[in-house]
């Protein structure tokens, strides 16, 4: 589960060019958006990209959905202007893309805080190339503001060299990696995106593996895919009815002293309560942000 109980099931990423899609992500049933700077803006359009960015997430509209903004890197022309832009925009936190060092979270985190960003602003990074990899650790824990770590998988395989295939074994490694740190720093982690839009039963299987693999749930680049990740990634109702079970017994045999609990003749240890009370939690969550709209 998430390091909170905050939905992150399906995040689609939103070209800041466009306006229309800007507009779009208010009413998309996605847990979050990232609005993007980088990869999908020509260089030519960075600037006003930016503009309208910050203003669509100064005007607000986008209800519970969590609001990620990636910014160009500091070593682009753009990178710089983009941080000090997003820092005081609203969002929920700054994605940067292709880190592979604490000491660029740390930089752009200065910048963040000479910007005036507000405390709870969080920074995830783009985990992308061998050198991030090799780095993930320390850059899971370089500071307080660390949200969360997004898969680029796509450049990965172009640094790596490697071919996609439908199960990932060239990925494995550094998907494992990367889960490993973001568990032990508490952060949030997102698969990578899947590329191929008529495939919707290989999507599903990406899905699913991500699900297994630990993931708390995955980026997307076409709406019409957010049902499925959605249904995947979020707790079924079998799931909330047995964590429900689970707290009511634990809560009980608390009650009588008991330092053991079994339910249907399973042993239950303090690691699945706390599972179970997240299960619940994101059921509630993502009960809320439904009826939020």
């Not at 309208?52 to 997430?57: K, L, P, T």
């Not at 045999?253 to 053991?260: I, M, Q, R, T, Y």
Request: aromatic fraction near 4%; include cysteine; hydrophobic fraction near 45%.
């Amino acid at each position: 589960m998430a390091a909170t109980a905050r939905p992150r099931r399906s995040v689609l990423y939103m070209p800041g060019s466009n306006a229309r899609a800007l507009e779009k992500g208010r009413t998309l049933p996605a847990d979050g958006l990232i609005l993007d700077l980088e990869d999908a803006v020509a260089p030519d359009a960075k600037e006003v990209a930016r503009e309208q960015i910050v203003s669509a997430v100064k005007e607000g509209g986008y209800g519970m959905r969590e609001i990620l903004i990636r910014t160009n890197g500091l070593n682009t022309p753009w990178g710089y202007d983009d941080i000090v832009a997003a820092s005081t925009s609203g969002a929920d936190a700054i994605l940067l893309p292709k880190v592979e060092s604490a000491d660029t979270v740390r930089q752009v985190e200065a910048i963040m805080d000479a910007s005036g960003a507000p405390a709870d602003m969080k920074i995830w990074c783009m985990m992308e190339t061998p050198r991030g990899m090799l780095h993930a650790e320390e850059i899971a824990d370089s500071t307080d503001r660390m949200g969360g770590f997004v898969m680029g998988t796509s450049d990965l395989a172009k640094e790596l060299r490697c071919a996609h295939t439908m199960m990932r074994l060239p990925f494995m490694m550094s998907l494992n990696v990367c889960i490993l740190a973001a568990r032990a720093a508490n952060i949030a982690i997102l698969d990578g995106v899947y590329l191929d839009l008529s495939d919707d039963e290989g999507f599903a299987e990406h899905c699913q593996q991500g699900f297994e693999l630990g993931f708390d749930g995955k980026t997307l680049i076409h709406p019409k895919t957010v049902g499925k990740a959605n249904e995947i990634f979020g707790p079924s109702e079998k799931e909330v009815e047995w964590s429900k079970k689970i707290i009511a017994a634990h809560a009980e045999a608390e009650s009588e002293g008991k330092g053991v609990v079994v339910v249907d003749g399973k042993l239950i240890e303090n690691l699945h309560v706390v599972t179970a009370k997240q299960v619940v939690a994101q059921a509630e969550a993502i009960a809320k942000m439904e009826a939020d709209g």
